[in-house]
């Protein structure tokens, strides 16, 4: 069984900045992409970041140049460094990852960490 374990989220002050990690485990043989949504209160759940296997990323233009993601293939893990954080960078934030495992392919979520931005 393949589980996603979020960490990293909490409040932060607009300006600052937050790390977000999502570590995959289980029989994995091998994870593709990897990706970072977010759903603010009351709006369709969006997405912020991808990267695929061989290492190339897409940013959403909203958080572009502010935001980076990336990936250690060694610990199957991936994050999302969140800097100059805006208020309306508030939202829960979701891993997704897809990837080959014991049970065949998987469209794995993580549990959603929420990120804060306030004063």
């Known amino acids: 069984q393949v589980q996603l374990v979020e960490s990293g989220g909490g409040w932060v002050q607009p300006g600052g900045s937050l790390r977000l990690s999502c570590a995959a485990s289980?029989?994995?043989?091998?994870?593709?992409?990897m990706a970072w949504y977010r759903q603010a209160p009351g709006k369709q759940r969006e997405l912020v970041a991808t990267i695929i296997s061989g290492g190339t990323t897409n940013i959403a233009g909203s958080v572009k140049g502010r935001f980076t993601i990336s990936r250690d293939n060694a610990k199957n893990t991936v994050y999302l460094q969140m800097n100059s954080l805006k208020p309306e960078d508030t939202a829960v934030y979701y891993c997704?990852?897809?990837?080959?495992?014991?049970?065949?392919?998987?469209?794995?979520w993580g549990q959603g960490t929420q990120v804060t931005v306030s004063s």
């Open positions: 289980g029989n994995i043989f091998s994870i593709n992409r």
């Open positions: 997704n990852v897809g990837l080959y495992s014991t049970m065949g392919f998987s469209d794995a």
